[in-house]
C-alpha cells in the first residue's frame, strides 16, 4: 500500500480502520506492529498536507496538473 | 397658440424661422405639461457628465421589445439628493435595467429637443419592483430543478485548495487572505485569485466569466470562494441576477459566499453551497472544517497509542511468565553474588560501628566523622541496589536470548510442548537476533 494515491478521505477511513481494529482485540501481537506503522504513516500524512510547506501543496497542484493532461491550461507559476 | 409671423407679406405665403417653430413647441408643450408627472419606466444608458448632471434614457418595454422610448436628464444638485435618498432606500445605486417611479416635468430645448428632466424618485416602487423579479428568480430555478444543485455537491474533508473570485484591491479580499494564513493550526491553504469586478453593471459578466475559467481548471481546486465587501453595502443586484445564481447552482464545485451584507440574501447566496456573511466568516469556516478533520486524526492517533500501550504491557506480563521458567537458572547465577554482597555490606557496617566505638571521644569532638560513616553505609546500599538491577537485567527476555536461549512458535502460538507440532510442520524459532524458519523433521517427546 503506497501513499500515491492517498487522500485525505482514504486515510482517515483506513486509520479509523486499524484502531477499530487494534480496539476489537482481534489483532494478533505480531501483526499488530505492522498495523501501528501503517497507522504512523497516515498520521503522518495527514499531518504534512496539512501543515506542509507552500511548496509541498504547490506540488501536489503540479501533480494535479499533469495528471489533467491535455486539458492544458498551463501552469500558472 | 402664438400669433405666427408673416415675415414676408408679399409672396402671402406665411413660414417659420425653425427657433420660432422650436420656441412655439415648447411653449405648447410646456404649456400642455404645465405640472411635474409621475411616470413608471425603466432607465437605460444612464451616464452621468463630469459636472455632475446625468443623461439616460427611459424605455418601456413589452415582451424584450422596446414599445416607448424618450431622453431624460437629471441635473447635479437634483442628482445628489436623489440618488442619495435611491441608495438608502434600496442599497442600490441607479442603473440601467431598473424600473423606477420619477417624478419629470416635460421640457423641450430649442437646440436639444425634447427630453424628460427627472425631479424625484420614489425608491420603494423600485424596491418592490426588485423583491418581485428576485422571487421570480428563485422560482424559475426551482421550477428548472438547479436551486439545490449546488448544495448537494459534498465539500471535500479538508477544503485546502480554494480558488477566489473576488477583487484584489476589496478589503474583504485582503481580511480573507489573512485570516487564512494566519490561522493559530499552521494548516497551508492554496488559494488562488481569479480576478473579477465585484460590483457596478460589468460585475455579473466578471464573475461568470471567472467561474468558467475556474471551471477548465477544475481538478485544482476543491472549493469556490465568492467574496467581496467590506466598505459599501450597496450595488449587490449582480447577485440576483438570474444568469449568475443559475451559473452558481450549476457549478461542479462546491461555492461558498461571503458578499458582506446585513440585507435579505441575494439569490447568489440562497443557491451557494455554504453562505456567510463576511469574506473574513468565510476563512473561518474553512479553517474549522480542516480543525475538525485534524480532531479526527489526533482522536484515533490517541485511541492507538492508548490500546497499544495496553497490548503490550498485558504481552510483557505473558513473556515474563514465561521467563519465570528461567527464573531459577538465572537466581542461582545470581545467588553466589547475592552472599558475596550481603557479609560485605555486613563487614562494612559492622567495621563502621566498631571503628565509631572505638573513638567515641573523638567524634564527640569531630561529629563531621559521623557522616562520613553514613556516606561509607551509603555507598554500600548503592552496590547493593546496582546488584539488584543486574538481577533484573538477567530477568529481561531479550537478555535471557542473549544468553541463547530461543522462543519457538508454531503459527502463532509459542511452543511449551513439542507434541503441538507434527512431521512437516512449519515452526518459527525466535533467537536474540533473527528468526529462523524450519520444518519439523521429528520429535523427541518427554514420555
Known sequence: MGNSELTYASAIEELETIVNEIESGEVDVDVLAAKVKRASELIKFCNERLKGTQAEVNKILVDLEEKEGEAGSGSEE | MQQ???????????????????????????????????????????RCKTKGHCYLNLVERKDDQIIAQMKANIWAYAFRKLSEKFETATGETLKDGMEVLISVNVTFHEVYGLSLNIKDIDPTYSLGEMARKKKEVIERLGREGIINLNKELKLPLVPQRIAVISSSTAAGYGDFVNHLEGNPFGYRIYHELYQSLMQGQEAETSIVASLNE???????????????????????????????????????????????????????????????????????????????????????????????????????????????QFKHIVASTFHGEHTRLHSAIHKLIHGTSATVNARVNIMQRYSGDLSAGTRLFLQSEDTRLKGLEQAVRLLDPANILKRGYSITYHGDRVMKDAKEVGEGDFIRTRLYDGVIKSRVEGRDGQQ
Do not use: W
Open chain 2, 214 to 324: 475556474i471551471r477548465d481548471r477544475i481538478g485544482l481546486y476543491d472549493a469556490v470562494v465568492i467574496i467581496r465587501g467590506g466598505g459599501s453595502q450597496i450595488d449587490l443586484s449582480c447577485f440576483d441576477s438570474y444568469r449568475l445564481a443559475a451559473e452558481v447552482a450549476r457549478f461542479p464545485l462546491p461555492v461558498i459566499t461571503g458578499i458582506g451584507h446585513e440585507r435579505d440574501d441575494t439569490v447568489t447566496d440562497i443557491v451557494a453551497h455554504m453562505k456567510c456573511k463576511t469574506p473574513t466568516d468565510v476563512a473561518q469556516f474553512i479553517i474549522s472544517e480542516m480543525r475538525n478533520f485534524e480532531e479526527r486524526v489526533l482522536e484515533a492517533r490517541r485511541r492507538l497509542i492508548q490500546k497499544t500501550k495496553e497490548i503490550m504491557r498485558e504481552e510483557n506480563q505473558r513473556v515474563s511468565v514465561a521467563a519465570r
Open chain 2, 4 to 46: 405666427l409671423p408673416q415675415e414676408d407679406i408679399g409672396t402671402q405665403k406665411p413660414y417659420f424661422r425653425l427657433s420660432e417653430l422650436n420656441a412655439a413647441i415648447k411653449e405648447t408643450l410646456e404649456s400642455s405639461f404645465p405640472d411635474t408627472i409621475l411616470l413608471v419606466a425603466e432607465i437605460s444608458e444612464l
